[in-house]
């Protein structure tokens, strides 16, 4: 999985990500520099809304999101 401080790999701390093409809830998104396996898609996605969610805990105005994964986290 990913470190709870936003979204670099565990084993060697690159931020990139591996998604493969043909995505379905149960696909391996791996990290782009060492290929750990960081979790589903689904599993995936939802860290990134928990990343999201903190961020604006920690903000005084809205955090825009254009990126669509970030999605289901409206009120982001």
């Not at 990139?16 to 898609?41: E, K």
Request: proline residues 4%; aromatic residues 6%.
């Amino acid at each position: 999985m990913l470190r709870l401080d936003w979204f670099h790999c565990e084993d060697c701390g690159s931020p990139g990500v591996s998604i493969p093409q043909a995505l379905t809830d149960a696909s391996i998104v791996s990290c782009a520099n060492c290929g750990y396996r960081i979790g589903t898609w689904a599993e995936y996605r939802r860290h990134v809304d928990l990343a999201l969610r903190a961020e604006q805990a920690r903000k005084t105005s809205r955090v825009i999101v254009a990126d669509p994964i970030g999605c289901g986290a409206a009120g982001v």
